[in-house]
């Protein structure tokens, strides 16, 4: 690569500047904060509130579809509107369901309004996600936020289990709210849809394959979504303690870290197909082995594969999608596919907790879950080389 050309094009490309890149790591940690905190926000809606597993599945399936359904509209929207119209629209959404909630706690009005605060999120989540898309690198911009990711994950896990219900949603709107002053510094001109220059381009971007991506995005989190929202439930079934596979499942996130540096790694010194086959056939095993057993043992090595190899996943994944199609569209519609992936996953285990097939039912979803994605890449790498 030409360097003086790169540093020129990053120079002139106001998503690489400082200002803009902090707010939009910032503001994807924010979006992100329910589906990072999901265990302990779960066990709160039984423990505060007396939800049932199934109420609780269906619950976080709302919050996680407004996600979804937020994201596709601003995927279609980001080239119409200002991105920090669309930002304003999110936080206001997003503020007052979750103001709501802390007056209505029923289940059917909470499920309504989780639905909307997942929709706020959604938009807001999108641009944040579209903007780190338009770096001149993504790979290194969401493998940036997925470090910083981990570190969020670990304080909400320590924080959360420790907060009234009222205080979770009190913490959510906080959050939205530091946001506000900052929206104006989000570039609003459509800078990364203009091609990159030749010196920088990867070879034949192709927008199929894009889509093809965001769909292993969608089969992957159905995976992250069943097996995030039901872990520790499933871990207190099998007569663990609940404090103690809380505080497992925090400190597991800290590996997080370590799948963020040997992305890094590997991405510099590796192709991009065989890493992630692997990679989704390790994560088969860390979800597929609590669908025969859940032991102490078997809990710890789980959780600890399981955070390791999400974040690993998330970087080929999210970064090769931006990389695919420069126009921002299709990193725009990132956390739609996630959180459609992670609606598809509680919702589905919901029905199989309510049919009665427990929690090794929802595990083998999980492992099904990974090996469909693993084929999805398993097949682009065959006639890759073919």
């Known amino acids: 690569m030409n360097t003086t050309t790169a540093d020129s094009y990053s120079s002139s490309n106001p998503f690489d500047q400082r200002g803009p890149f902090l707010l939009s790591l910032f503001m994807t940690l924010v979006g992100y904060s329910v589906l990072v905190a999901l265990p302990a926000i779960n066990s709160a809606w039984v423990d505060q509130l007396g939800f049932t597993e199934v109420e609780v599945n269906r619950v976080a399936s709302a919050d996680l579809m407004g996600l979804f359904l937020g994201a596709s509209a601003t995927a279609t929207l980001i080239r119409k509107l200002s991105r920090q119209t669309l930002t304003y629209l999110g936080i206001s959404l997003a503020i007052v369901a979750n103001a709501l909630c802390t007056q209505y706690v029923d289940y059917e009005t909470t499920l309504g309004l989780r639905l909307i605060a997942g929709l706020g999120s959604g938009i807001y989540t999108a641009v944040a996600v579209a903007g780190l898309g338009a770096c001149t690198k993504p790979r290194e911009a969401f493998n940036w936020m997925l ?58 971007p192709r927008t199929g394959l894009a889509w093809i991506g965001i769909a292993a995005i969608v089969i992957s989190y159905i995976n992250i979504g069943a097996y995030w929202a039901n872990i520790e439930l499933a871990a207190e079934a099998a007569g663990l303690d609940g404090e103690w596979a809380g505080q497992v499942i925090s400190w597991s996130v800290l590996l997080s870290f370590v799948g963020c540096f040997v992305a890094m790694y590997v991405l510099k010194h590796f192709d991009y197909e065989k890493p992630i086959l692997i990679t989704f056939l390790m994560m088969m095993l860390a979800v597929g082995l609590l669908a025969v057993n859940i032991s102490a043992a078997i809990f710890v090595f789980s959780v600890a594969m399981f955070n390791f190899l999400w974040i690993f996943i998330d970087v080929y994944q999210m970064g090769g999608v931006s990389v695919a199609d420069r126009s921002g569209s299709a990193a725009a519609f990132i956390p739609g596919a996630q959180g459609l992936g992670q609606t598809v996953g509680p919702f589905a285990a919901s029905f199989m907790l309510d049919f009665g097939w427990g929690f090794s039912g929802v595990f083998i979803l999980c492992t099904v879950s990974a090996a469909v994605a693993f084929s999805v890449y398993a097949l682009l790498y065959v006639s890759a080389r073919n």
């Open 147 to 204: 470090l910083a990711f981990a570190i969020s994950q670990f304080l909400e896990l320590q924080l959360i289990p420790h907060l009234t219900m009222n205080g979770i949603y009190l913490f959510f709107i906080a959050t939205y709210v530091v946001t506000i002053p900052f929206v104006r510094i989000i570039p609003t001109a459509d800078f990364a849809l203009v091609d990159l220059p030749a010196t920088l381009a990867e070879p034949q």
